[in-house]
């Protein structure tokens, strides 16, 4: 079913550098996305939320949302190494 959406251009998406996705919060709820990392000291992957509230981490038990700043910060200081690129995925005003 999500690919039917895709194909008839119901949702856009766009891979973005990393350093784009601090401007969620210019599009008003509009963007949201999926940020990637790795976590080099487990030999994993882990990918978390994005929208124009910040990120929300399935590992931290999904809380509130964590400011972008805040939570790349926190990151950071964990040794992760973020991916270049996000997916940012934009609703067509259309569609709700």
Do not use: Q, T
């Not at 856009?12 to 999926?34: E, K, Q, S, T």
Request: glycine share 8%; aromatic share 10%.
């Amino acid at each position: 079913m999500v690919g039917n959406l895709f194909a008839r251009g119901r949702i856009d998406f766009h891979y973005c550098r990393f350093n784009g996705f601090y401007a969620l919060p210019d599009y008003g709820g509009v963007v949201l996305g999926m940020l990637g990392m790795d976590i080099p000291r487990l030999k994993a992957m882990h990918i978390v939320a994005v929208d124009e509230l910040g990120a929300v981490d399935p590992a931290d038990n999904a809380p509130d949302h964590i400011s972008i700043p805040e939570y790349v910060l926190n990151r950071l200081h964990d040794a992760v190494v973020f991916h270049d690129e996000w997916l940012a995925v934009r609703k067509p005003a259309a569609i709700s």
